[in-house]
């Protein structure tokens, strides 16, 4: 677990920039953490039982606090903020956002839903 040496929240490009001292920087957008959240009302209380979130290509994030040492609560614009995303989570989420991105727009596409 690397923690981030500076986290910026990019309202105008709608992203969540983690900068590390190793000079990676990770720029996850607030759609995509949105339907990511690791939240139980996004990922079940079990394996298999992720909700497909739908509606949120508008959504923002209007606030991120510290959750200890470990992890960013962050807040968005829809009213959820019950998501803790620990460090390895969201780096997670920069190592594999194209194959998970690609994942949950075929999940939409499936189901006959919109990001809009």
């Known amino acids: 677990m ?10 105008a490009e709608n992203l ?6 190793d000079g990676r920087v990770l720029s996850l957008p607030a ?3 949105r339907v990511e959240s690791p939240s139980a ?3 079940g209380h ?13 959504v923002g ?3 991120i606090e510290p959750a200890g040492n470990y992890a ?11 998501g803790i995303f620990s460090w390895d989570y969201l780096e997670e989420l920069g190592r594999e956002h194209a194959i998970r991105w690609r994942r949950y727009l075929q999940r ?9």
């Open 72 to 82: 960013l609560r962050l807040s968005f614009s829809d009213g959820h903020d019950s």
């Open 61 to 63: 994030i209007i606030g």
């Open 41 to 43: 009302e996004v990922q």
């Open 2 to 11: 690397s923690t981030p040496a500076q986290i910026k929240l990019r309202r």
């Open 46 to 58: 079990g394996p298999g039982q992720a909700v497909l979130v739908t509606g949120k290509m508008h």
């Open 108 to 116: 939409l596409e499936a189901a006959g839903a919109s990001r809009a």
């Open 31 to 33: 759609e995509y953490l």
């Open 16 to 21: 969540l920039e983690l900068s590390y001292e």
